[in-house]
């Protein structure tokens, strides 16, 4: 699916931006929170006002709030969701160090590779896209393994499947291995206790469940992590004074991602690493004081409703889900495409007639299944309704018999009864 719109007016100069009033309903990103959009168009002031630093250390009490966690150290990368990942697995490994990463999806892939690129000695378990892992699998192959980290995606938004977690951290414990989880696209839509699930590391975005654009990564990291990676401490010679010590390991590879020299710029020292991306920082601090507001079992919840709503109207136009669902995030269902139903066709004609986006997938699914999110501001009754409906008729566009009406009536049914069960913000 390719077109291009033009955004010149009529002497030629490029028009001021007015993007197309897109409904974006796939696998993220999203359509942000009104009050989101506000606060990345909050005034800058100077990264080291106190007004600024001040903003800072709210945002890492929002986070441990949002992470369930008492990590001193939850803060921000700045930089997409991949951003994190890096920073996590780039100042975590040394050459040589052994990191353990079960696939299920895509994202999978994407920490074996940075694990790689860091030059790990990567070890990887699979199961078919659609499935998930169970406790007992990871445990056997960290005996066989004996890694120093374990790696792995909590909600893979490639094949919507959530892993669970609780368990895991224990059995990490046990054989004394570091355990890292990308969540990026399950928090705020999903359960995470991260101290309750002994996590050592979890980095995530903003762009999904938190309801803010790309560009952010909240991360948090246990005491045992951050012992770790200070193993590695270095200070630049630029701003080095005569109390820093040199660093007790081999460098981190990447300075810009260079977590301990990170954490010197979010502690008390303030030691210069980066201009904070303070227009990033509103941003997701609002994200933060959102989900905090409305209450993360609310907040869940409500991810839940629009989920199951979402499913309910699939099932109810004779369309599949994919994959286990037993083990489906809340915030994304995967379809399989209709024999006889051009998938891009269709997605095509939702989104430059109706206006609404809906996802493809990757690998081994592409093609074979679309992906319609409810993230955000976006798991809401209207925005299930409206993409049922349009889906609906664009499926009976292609001649697929979708019985009318149906999708839209069994969202009705899932929310009604959530509203009778007195779900919250339903």
Known sequence: ?????????????????????????????????????????????????????GYMNEVMQLYRDVFNTQNQQ????????????????????????????????????????????ADAEVHTIEVPWGEVFSPAQIEAAIKEVKPKLLAIVQGDTSTTMLQPLKGIGAICEAHDVL???????????????????????????LQKCLGGPSGSAPITLSDKFVKT??????VEAGIRDAHHEAARGPKIRSNYFDLPM?????????????????????????????????????????????GDAMLAGIQAMGLAPFGDLNHKMYNVVGVHIPEGVEGEAVRETLL???????????????????????????????????????????????????????????????????????????
């Open 1 to 53: 699916m390719s077109h291009e719109m033009s955004n010149t007016n009529s002497n030629g100069a490029l028009a001021p931006l007015s993007p197309p009033p897109r409904l974006l309903m796939g696998p993220g990103p999203i359509n942000c929170y009104p009050r989101v959009l506000s606060a990345m168009s909050t005034q800058l002031v100077g990264q080291y006002d106190p007004v600024m630093t």
């Open 262 to 306: 990170i954490m010197d710029y979010w502690g008390e020292e303030r030691l210069n690493h980066h201009t904070e991306a303070a227009s990033m920082l509103y941003c997701a601090r609002e994200c933060a004081r959102l989900h905090l507001e409305e209450g993360q079992q609310n907040v869940i919840a409500r991810h839940k409703v629009a």
């Open 352 to 426: 430059m007639r109706f206006n609404i986006e809906i996802g493809t997938s990757f690998g081994p699914l592409k093609g074979k299944i679309w992906r319609i999110g409810t993230m955000g501001y976006n798991a809401r009754e209207d925005a299930v309704l409206h993409t049922l409906q349009s889906l609906e008729t664009v499926l009976r566009m292609q001649g697929f018999n979708a019985p009318a009406g149906k999708g839209v009536d069994a969202a009705l049914t899932v929310y009604a009864e959530a509203k009778a069960a007195g779900v919250a913000n339903a």
């Open 179 to 205: 355990f890292y989880c990308d969540a990026t696209a399950s928090i705020g839509g999903n359960p995470l206790d991260v101290d309750a699930w002994k996590l050592d590391a979890v980095s995530v975005g």
């Open 74 to 117: 939850t803060f921000l990368v700045d930089g997409t969701s991949r951003a994190g990942i890096e920073a996590v697995l780039v100042s975590a490994i040394e050459p040589g160090d052994k990191v353990l990463v079960p696939i299920f999806g895509r994202f999978g892939h994407l920490l074996a590779e940075i694990a790689e690129r």
């Open 229 to 234: 990676v200070r193993t590695r401490h270095h």
